[in-house]
């Protein structure tokens, strides 16, 4: 059984989830979350913590975004694109029990204060802001960090927000610089 609450958009999310593995979920019912469904979010959090757990998509990064501010302190866990896609759209719906897991084996705690900080121009020392290769970098470091895809300004705040220390942040890049050298 998982201690923590699990955040999701919908039912189909909450079925994927008990799929995979023994959790209570809160379901937002998507982007319009109602002043309730907050409170209960954050009374989850006072009282076992919450891992956020939306679809790898616009909305899902709104949801997300949404429950950050107002309750913080919220665990992340990021589910790639590839590993979530149905017929015709992204969600943790369509995910397997094995990429659920995995995620949230993967999960992040966020943190207005990291303790060294990424700047913004070791992303673009990276290649992670403007050029050619920018966007495959960011989603190859993403799926890497395990923090899913974002632009440039995103991916800056969601590792200060997600803890990633600078080893972290090179490892991946040797990773990512890795890959490219392989194609």
């Not at 019912?29 to 679809?55: C, H, L, M, N, Y």
Request: overall charge neutral; some cysteine.
């Amino acid at each position: 059984m998982i201690k923590e609450v699990i955040v999701v958009e919908g039912k189909s999310d909450t079925v994927a989830i008990k799929r995979a593995v023994d959790a209570d979920t809160i379901e937002t019912g998507g982007s319009a979350i109602p002043k309730w469904v907050i409170d209960r979010i954050r009374r989850a959090q006072e009282k076992r913590g919450v891992i956020v757990f939306t679809d790898p998509d616009f909305q899902g990064e709104r949801i997300r975004k949404i429950i950050s501010r107002a309750v913080p302190g919220c665990k992340h866990a990021f589910i790639k694109k590839e590993d979530s896609q149905g017929k015709r759209n992204l969600g943790v719906e369509y995910a397997s029990p094995e990429a659920i897991r995995k995620a949230l084996a993967e999960v992040r705690t966020e943190s207005e204060s990291p303790d060294e900080q990424i700047t913004m121009d070791d992303m673009i020392d990276a290649g992670l802001v403007g050029g050619a290769q920018a966007k495959e970098r960011r989603t190859l470091l993403g799926e890497k960090l395990g923090i899913g895809y974002a632009n440039a300004k995103q991916l800056h705040k969601r590792m200060m927000i997600l803890q990633i220390t600078r080893e972290e942040f090179a490892e991946a890049l040797a990773w990512v610089l890795a890959q490219e050298e392989e194609r």
